[in-house]
């Protein structure tokens, strides 16, 4: 499956070109992603395991598994008890798909919300961030744009036009930043309410993913890790001879996942915020990809088909879900998200943070992307020929 997605093909591109600028990789840094087929291996047994995990899909092809209620000898056969009273979880707004789960006023069919068209018509809709008020993304295409409606629904608005790939993006307070994927890409940024776009940085050979603290903007590009004060000026390198894929950052440190030239040896890293020398979390991890973070952990996707978590400060890593697809991923303070990306079954998909069965929020959806979440709903982008922006409730 893998082999046929653009996004993970990008992602190939990405490694590809920093070998061949750097030279720091070999051809199975390429050639080992291109044999990853649907089949999903299990688990290289080397990590605590959560628990089974499985894909969350119902026989009705997608729905969570079990209802998370308890039968009652005088409920009908079909429903369950939910609060003391009986329901039919499948269909019941109030309580789809497990008691007790909301869908906002949104249908419930087959066990799952619907989801909410934001917007549609964005070609390659890629990377997607939320604030209290609006969702932000970018059209990632050449003569690209950074976009934003409100997270109610509404009229698209682009914020900056004509961008040579925007490809990532990240949202603070009072502004909009991105990346450019293109050789000696910008790192940028635009007011939220729109205005002025300025340049922060070059972002170097191919920058391709960012993130914002309080004071500066970090950022990937082919073999580095940089940083630059929000009101631009001079880039600093904190970590060099790197094949960085996604990125994360807290209040002291800055944390990616990264490719080996053997997939099989892929690391999670991190490096002081000051710089300094780069600290391995997890090792021998098969193309980890999408990266987040919460107070202690760090949390990512691997192509091997695993969702995992390893504390921030190190030690034996832990597998949340197995036999996924999972692309990007996001978490809250309960729960870890993800997409998996594939063509027309595309899922959107949670697990506890401490592990468990992994419940499908969406399904359908085709290359479904970059994920965000808030207190209510997850958001995310399907990055097909049509390119919508889509959200569900949690």
């Known amino acids: 499956m893998y082999a046929s997605c ?8 990405a490694v590809a070109l920093s070998c061949s600028v750097l030279g720091i990789c070999g051809c199975a ?11 999903a291996p299990p688990g290289d047994g080397g990590e605590a395991s959560s628990g089974e995990a499985s894909s969350g899909e119902a026989s009705s092809g997608g729905a969570p598994s079990g209802t998370g209620g308890v039968d009652r000898p005088d409920c009908p056969d079909g429903l369950v008890d939910c609060s003391g009273s009986c329901v039919d979880t499948s269909s019941d707004p109030e309580n789809c798909g497990v008691c007790g789960r909301s869908c ?8 799952l919300c619907e989801p909410i068209v934001l917007a549609t018509g964005q070609p390659d809709a890629s990377a997607i961030a939320v604030d209290a008020d609006s969702v ?15 997270i109610g629904g509404g009229t698209p608005v682009s914020l900056v036009q004509e961008q040579n790939h925007p490809i990532d993006i990240a949202v603070d307070a009072s502004s909009v930043y991105w990346v450019n994927y293109a050789q000696m890409g910008d790192v940028m940024k635009v007011p939220v309410g729109g205005g002025t776009s300025m340049s922060l940085a070059n972002g170097g050979n191919y920058p391709s993913r960012i993130a914002v603290s309080a004071t500066s903007i970090y950022w990937t590009s082919s073999g580095q890790v940089k940083k630059v004060p929000i009101a631009g000026g001079a880039p600093t390198t904190l970590a060099e001879q790197q094949n960085p894929v996604d990125i994360a950052v807290d209040s002291t440190s800055v944390y990616w996942t990264h490719y080996d030239d053997d997939i099989t040896m892929g690391r999670v890293m991190k490096v002081s915020i000051g710089g300094g020398i780069p600290t391995s979390l997890a090792e021998g991890q098969v193309g980890p990809t999408g990266i987040a973070l919460d107070a202690d952990n760090v949390y990512w996707a ?4 695993t969702v995992r978590r390893v504390s921030k400060d190190g030690g034996g890593h ?4 197995e036999r996924q697809y ?6 809250d303070d309960v729960n870890v998200y ?57």
Request: glycine share 8%; hydrophobic share 40%; with cysteine.
């Open 136 to 150: 932000y993304w970018t059209n990632r295409v050449y003569e690209g744009k950074v976009m934003k409606l409100p």
């Open 338 to 394: 993800w997409t998996n990306y594939d063509d027309d079954t595309g899922l959107v998909m949670k697990v506890a943070k401490d592990g468990g069965t992994p419940i499908t929020l969406a399904a359908g959806q085709k290359y479904p992307t970059s994920i965000a979440v808030d207190a209510t709903y997850v958001y995310w982008t399907n990055y097909d020929d049509s390119g919508t922006v889509m959200k569900v409730a949690k």
């Open 104 to 111: 906002l006023e949104q249908p419930c069919t087959e066990a």
């Open 302 to 305: 691997s192509d091997d088909g």
């Open 6 to 13: 653009r996004f993970q093909m990008f992602l190939r591109a």
């Open 326 to 331: 999972p692309s990007a991923v996001a978490v």
């Open 318 to 321: 832990t597998i949340l879900a």
């Open 29 to 39: 840094a390429v050639i080992g992603l291109d044999e990853f087929t649907d089949d």
